[in-house]
């Protein structure tokens, strides 16, 4: 059984830096890992992907720049760390894991198996 935890959200002010925690439990030794969002009223959006072997892949030109995505195999711990945050940024984020090692062409939802409950990011004006 593999479970994916997220943590790290808050509220923080405009322009400021937040980490976000994805721990994945089970069978998810260097699989890719994806970060999600869904703001209030919104769909939910794929931002971006690490590869098991730490390649990133960019699928929302408005965290470039300003979001990264990183990893940590010894701890089954992938990072999003988000920096000059907007109030736009303002929504629950998630963490999925695929069971593949590499990221897919696209960010869709049913390419990830495995996700977490998510955790909530608010950035006030």
């Known amino acids: 059984q593999v479970q994916v935890v997220e943590s790290g959200g808050g509220l923080v002010q405009a322009g400021e830096s937040l980490r976000l925690s994805c721990t994945a439990s089970?069978?998810?030794?260097?699989?890719?890992m994806g970060w999600f969002r869904q703001a209030p009223g919104k769909e939910r959006e794929g931002l971006l992907c690490?590869?098991?072997?730490?390649?990133?892949?960019y699928y929302v030109d408005s965290v470039k720049g300003r979001f990264t995505i990183s990893r940590d195999n010894a701890k089954n711990t992938v990072y999003l760390q988000m920096n000059s945050l907007k109030p736009e940024d303002t929504a629950m984020y998630y963490c999925?894991?695929?069971?593949?090692?590499?990221?897919?062409?696209?960010?869709?939802?049913?390419?990830?198996?495995?996700w977490g409950q998510g955790t909530q990011v608010t950035v006030s004006s």
């Open positions: 089970g069978k998810t030794f260097n699989v890719a």
């Open positions: 999925a894991a695929r069971v593949s090692a590499y990221c897919s062409g696209s960010m869709e939802e049913s390419g990830y198996n495995y």
């Open positions: 690490i590869t098991g072997f730490g390649s990133i892949i």
